[in-house]
């Protein structure tokens, strides 16, 4: 017999079966041992596969109730106590009907089977009964329960609570070439947030373009054309901080052709930064008729800026050495013109001569050297400050007004989409969270907030002063939320088309020197621009204090009470509940013509 091909018997033993209920193969203990090649040795009997009946059978007995009546009557009477015979029976319902004292018993078991169900039914409705009394109690508490839920603010694991140092924005306004990017430029790099290799290459930049003195102003001034030209078109924004505060720098454009996004950089500051430049011809260029730093000062005050830091600039220029009678000329040119537009010359705005390029009297003061009559007049308050420096000086400022408990208030400044709808915005007054639910005003729509950021960085709180970015959900799309919009918790701000106001009427444009009734102007308000037409003018008061209670027109300079239409419905609110909502400029024709405050709403409708 050859080994290598021989073929393995197959199994034909008609015995032999398989378990069908088996979950897995063992080999039986009996079985004698396979090689390959060889014919499988016959199995012994023991070693059989079992059936599976018996196993059931057996498990079938052992589960018998004892006591079961059915079971007694089958197995004592019928089967006369063969219990396999007895098993057999139950088994076989058919067969075991056939006997009539089976049948008997089965009708007295299912009467009391059915008065066990009418009294398990009746007990079951009793207390379905019971728990929706409880449930019609408990409603609108859970429904309370469950909105508290949804509303909760969402606690995000790994979000600051948010730097409890106090944040300012600072705008930095004047006119075009008084060195507003190089002083903020400074500013960042003397505070450690622009690295020498950084500053190096800005510098070989400017001697490429042969302005070598512009080197600072290339931090802010980021795209080519602005650095080209030596002209800032767009907001600049940058961020610093000292031991005490946090800032946000607003670079505002000088030049007049844009001033509406000046507007824009102003309306979020709490502090304006003017710049002034000392240079022989420049100061008189700036501020004279025409020049950017009356119209910027204007609207500065308009916004609602809390202090004015006047910044004489350009004091180590050659034609003028630090010299105190250039700087005391500059100054007092200035403040007749700010107390007109409405600033405490006193309390509110503060003079300080600096060099923006070298540094001088920004973060530290200048040398007695080269300046020997600063510290004389700032040691005796002289100039509206006894802060010798320009970072001191903006440290020591208390902002009033900031209420964290009032309801929410973030005039929209802009929006994107980056998954999902983002808005941009100062927060006013109150606070936000993520998780909160808001009111976009004047749509009335609601949403929730998904998401806080406050300086690009995600924050579980945002308080007012901080500019934020909102993660706007709840199905909001970027055509729901537009600039000048007003994001609020309730009670929201009010949406009016008019508005009675105080006003101050400071220019005309050179072909209407009339104001008067049909009078149209851009309306500027927080972040909203809306067209605007005077309805009525209810009073004038000119600058001899001669009040006119019918008047017909108003001319530069006086004071008026007037109703103004706006051309849509537009979230305001007036001066003396929310000033932020309440001031308001008139421009047209590349003009200021107007600066006032809403001092009244038309009344609520029901």
């Not at 209920?21 to 090689?35: D, I, N």
């Not at 500051?269 to 011809?281: E, H, M, P, Q, T």
């Not at 390029?357 to 300046?371: I, R, T």
């Not at 400044?413 to 983002?422: H, N, Q, S």
Request: with cysteine; charged share 25%; glycine share 8%.
């Amino acid at each position: 017999h050859n080994a290598s091909t021989a073929q393995p018997t197959q199994p034909t033993s008609p015995n032999m079966s398989f378990n069908p209920g088996a979950t897995e193969w063992k080999p039986s203990a009996g079985a004698s041992e396979w090689s390959p090649g060889g014919a499988a040795a016959p199995a012994p009997a023991a070693a059989a596969a079992p059936s599976p009946a018996p196993a059931r059978q057996e498990s079938a007995v052992s589960e018998i109730d004892e006591s079961d009546p059915l079971w007694n009557l089958v197995l004592t009477k019928i089967a006369n106590g063969d219990r396999e015979r007895a098993l057999n029976l139950i088994n076989d319902p058919d067969a075991l009907t056939a006997y009539p004292e089976v049948a008997k018993l089965i009708e007295e078991l299912g009467e009391q089977d059915e008065a066990m169900d009418e009294a398990e039914d009746e007990a079951g409705d009793q207390i379905v009964e019971a728990t929706e009394k409880m449930q019609i109690s408990e409603e609108p508490a859970k429904a309370a329960a469950e909105d508290d839920v949804e509303d909760a603010e969402v606690p995000m694991e790994g979000v600051k609570e948010g730097d409890p140092r106090e944040h300012l924005n600072l705008v930095f306004i004047g006119h075009v070439d008084a060195g507003k990017s190089t002083l903020s430029g400074n500013i960042l790099y003397l505070t450690d947030n622009v690295d020498k290799r950084t500053i190096e290459k800005y510098e070989r930049e400017a001697k490429d373009l042969n302005r070598e003195s512009w080197f600072l102003a290339f931090i802010m001034d980021t795209n080519e054309e602005e650095r080209a030209k030596g002209k800032t078109v767009e907001v600049g924004k940058a961020h610093f901080a000292t031991d005490v505060k946090r800032y946000t720098i607003l670079d505002a454009p000088g030049h007049k052709n844009y001033v509406p996004n000046m507007i824009m950089g102003a309306c979020q500051a709490d502090i304006a930064v003017l710049v002034i430049s000392a240079r022989k011809g420049e100061f008189e260029t700036g501020f004279d008729r025409g020049g950017q730093t009356r119209e910027h000062a204007l609207l500065a005050k308009t916004l609602g800026v809390s202090y004015l830091v006047v910044v004489v600039n350009k004091m180590d220029d050659p034609t003028v050495n630090w010299q105190k009678d250039r700087f005391d000329e500059c100054t007092s040119k200035l403040k007749p013109f700010l107390k007109s537009c409405g600033f405490k010359i006193k309390r509110e705005v503060k003079f300080i001569p600096i060099s923006g390029l070298s540094g001088a009297n920004v973060k530290d003061e200048v040398d007695p050297s080269v300046c020997d009559w600063w510290k004389k007049s700032h040691t005796s308050g002289e100039n509206n400050t006894t802060v010798p420096t320009l970072i001191g000086l903006l440290d020591s400022f208390e902002i009033e007004g900031r209420d964290a408990a009032a309801p929410l208030r973030i005039p929209i400044l802009d929006r994107y989409t980056d998954r999902g709808t983002i808005a941009m915005g100062k927060v006013e007054s109150g606070t936000v969270r993520p998780g909160m639910k808001i009111t976009l005003m004047p749509t009335r729509n609601k949403y929730k907030v998904d998401a806080v950021w406050a300086n690009e960085e995600s924050v579980a709180v945002a308080r007012p002063g901080e500019n934020v970015l909102l993660k706007i959900g709840g199905g909001c799309g970027i055509e729901d939320v537009q600039r000048g919009f007003v994001a609020c918790t309730d009670p929201p701000c009010r949406s009016v088309q008019k508005v009675i106001c105080k006003a101050m009427l400071m220019d005309m444009p050179d072909n209407n020197q009339i104001f008067t009734a049909g009078f149209q102007a851009m309306f500027h308000t927080h972040t909203c621009e809306e067209e605007a037409t005077v309805v009525k003018l209810f009073e004038t008061t000119n600058k001899k204090g001669i009040v006119n209670k019918k008047p017909a027109f108003a001319t530069v300079g006086m004071q008026m009470v007037v109703m103004l239409e706006l051309e849509r419905m537009t979230p305001l609110g007036t001066f003396d509940k929310e000033p932020f909502l309440g001031r308001f400029s008139l421009r047209t024709e590349g003009k200021t013509v107007a600066i006032g405050v809403i001092t009244k709403l038309p009344p609520k409708k029901d």
